[in-house]
């Protein structure tokens, strides 16, 4: 028998285990049984039979690979499906906001899954709270846990913002939602969470907020209106000061049978304007352009530093005639120093600011904004620890001033980064304010005529502050709402309301007459507060639409873009026309090219 027999019966026997194969199997089958008994043939068979073998092994291998595979990646998408379906309730991409949604339309997307909006927001700085408590429970275990003080800090800080966020949602101040959170956490039975803070961490923490706002104020001050409305400054800040102080001391002295230096004494504590309740509203008109044309919120910054000079001066040198502390004449004569020494050193440190950092290093505005904020946490606290705070915060405000009117529109870079900062800034300003109205101080007989003469004040205020910006060209308006800008109180008072208790139970601790003067010097200072800050704020931030007008630059800016775009729209028109022109003038040329062609042809 030939070899080429015996491979013949072997493929024969073995046909239908081969015919399980792929095409190229059988073709090299049908190849054997031909007959092809040569020689030279023989390598041909046995390297094919062998590239067979291979195929089939590779295809089990790839086969049983993907049959185990997919049982595993069935379960996990089957399991995937299930929980999809079990909560898609949650999901919003179940239940997208139909296109005219209602009101419980909005509160049922809101809490779905995944977090998003108002409600993302909220949780993020919950998280942000939690995590940095978190980090001060680490670092200094008692001090953050319940009756220390940075745990009351933490909390102060995260319901004043959630405050704040409520009250802006009736179209009112945030700062006024933060001032009733600072009182409520100090005078809710079983909370008290007010009293567990250091009073010289709250000193402290509201002096740097109030930095902070008046660099903010600073670099938003126009110069082109502060140059027109220079004597007007001067005479806002002068004139209803006095005259509120001189009024108020007649009114306590015949109401509450005050002595008349601790009449003058009170006056001038209730006379100040609050720059931490006036500087906020006022950059919010400069952000929406009233009245900015007219120079008001310019107007109403710079004199309110010049006021509050002017208020604590008065006080000190009531408090010293009262008590007999220090130089009688030095006294006298410390407002107007201190007046100098603000102006002088703010603008010594704004040109400073000028060159340093310079314009060739990296991250200007950055390096600019850690710069100015330093020279002014430096004034602040360097004139307070040298005994003359009332320069501390005008020079601040100069510094700011003349380092941005050399910075011009580079500014606004350290004015988004500023307005970051008072973000943190102004809940802790307003909630520990808040946080010093103690209510326990209160005396109740006092509250009746303490309020009364507050009233009388506040109108007499209102009249002379209309005096005083009678010749600057403002309509009756614009007079009546500086009159009720003029109105807030809150910073002042509670710095130095205080101040002459505490100096009568050092000076004459056997005295208890002036002990009694003081303490209803305090309680009226708190009920100024609590007046005179929520109502003011609430007024100017509901008749400034009113009564002030539109900035035209706004105006301007807004048509020049529109005209801008109509140009563009324009232009863009104009080359699409021409373009095709030129397209059909080059299919002419084409096209009688061709002709030309044809004809010499």
């Known amino acids: 028998m030939t070899s080429s027999d015996t491979v013949g019966n072997f493929v024969e026997q073995n046909r239908d285990a081969m ?9 090299h089958t049908r190849f054997i049984e031909d007959g092809e008994g040569e020689m030279e043939n023989s390598g041909a068979i046995q390297e094919r039979s062998s590239w067979v073998d291979g195929v089939n092994e590779r295809n089990m291998e790839e086969g049983g690979s993907r049959v185990r595979a997919v049982p595993a990646q069935g379960k996990c998408v089957r399991c995937a499906q299930r929980c999809e379906k079990m909560f898609s309730i949650c999901l919003t991409s179940y239940h ?15 809490v779905r899954c995944p977090p998003h909006g108002r409600v993302a927001q909220t949780l993020t700085l919950v998280m942000m709270a939690v995590l940095g408590w978190a980090a001060l429970w680490a670092i200094t275990k008692d001090d953050a846990l319940p009756g220390g003080n940075l745990f009351a800090l933490t909390v102060l800080l995260v319901l004043c913002v959630i405050g704040g966020r409520l009250i802006q949602r009736i179209k009112l101040p945030p700062l006024l939602g933060m001032l009733i959170v600072g009182i409520l956490l100090r005078n809710v039975p079983g909370i008290m969470v007010g009293s567990w803070i250091d009073p010289v961490w709250a000193s ?37 000061c006095v005259v509120e102080a001189s009024t108020l001391a007649v009114v306590i002295h015949f109401l509450l049978d005050f002595p008349w230096l601790w009449g003058f004494m009170l006056g001038f504590v209730l006379a100040a304007v609050s720059p931490a309740v006036v500087v906020p509203s006022m950059l919010w008109l400069q952000e929406v352009g009233l009245g900015v044309d007219q120079g008001i919120p310019t107007l109403v910054i710079a004199s309110g530093s010049v006021d509050d000079v002017i208020a604590i001066t008065g006080f000190a040198v009531c408090l010293g005639i009262t008590f007999t502390t220090g130089n009688l004449v ?31 290093q990296k991250g200007v505005p950055r390096v600019r904004v850690w710069m100015v904020l330093g020279t002014g946490l430096l004034m602040t606290f360097g004139s307070r620890t040298a005994g003359y705070a009332g320069s501390g915060a005008l ?49 109740p007989q006092t509250i009746g005529l303490g309020v009364a003469a507050i009233v009388i004040g506040s109108l007499v205020r209102m009249v002379a502050s ?11 308006k614009e007079r009546l709402f500086v009159a009720i800008a003029w109105l807030p109180k809150a910073t002042v008072q509670a710095a130095i309301g205080s101040t002459a208790l505490d100096t009568a139970r050092e000076l004459t601790p056997q005295d208890t007459t002036n002990e009694k003067l003081g ?34 630059r706004e105006d301007l800016d807004r048509d020049s873009a529109i005209e801008m775009n109509n140009i563009g729209e324009c232009a863009q028109e104009d080359d699409i026309e021409l373009q095709a022109h030129l397209a059909e003038g080059q299919e002419q040329v084409s096209v009688q090219g061709k002709c030309d062609h044809n004809e010499s042809v």
């Not at 007046?531 to 007008?549: C, N, V, Y």
Request: charged share 15%.
């Open 19 to 27: 015919s399980r194969t792929d095409v190229s199997a059988s073709e």
């Open 330 to 360: 030095f006294t006298i004569f410390r407002g107007p120093l201190e007046l100098l020494m603000g102006v002088a050193g703010g603008t010594l440190a704004g040109i400073f600011l000028w060159y340093f950092p310079s314009t060739d």
């Open 204 to 240: 402290s923490i509201r002096l740097v907020a109030l930095t902070v706002i008046l660099i903010r104020a600073g670099l938003g001050l126009d110069p082109v209106q502060l140059r027109r409305l220079s004597w007007t400054v001067l005479l806002l800040a002068f004139l209803p």
């Open 395 to 443: 020079g601040c405000l100069v510094m700011a001033f003349v380092a941005g009117f050399r910075w011009k529109m580079d500014k606004e870079a350290v004015e988004a980064m500023m307005s970051d900062l008072w973000g943190v800034a102004q809940p802790f300003l307003f909630g520990l304010i808040g946080a010093e109205v103690d209510v326990l101080k209160i005396q």
């Open 466 to 476: 209309g005096v005083a910006v009678s010749g600057a060209g403002f309509t009756w």
């Open 96 to 110: 997208p906001l139909p296109p005219a949604p209602t009101w419980s339309d909005r509160c049922m997307f809101a």
């Open 519 to 552: 303490i209803q010097l305090l309680t009226i200072a708190v009920l100024v507060i609590l007046i005179t800050a929520p109502l003011g704020s609430a007024l100017i931030s509901l008749t400034a639409r009113h009564l002030l007008r539109k900035s035209m």
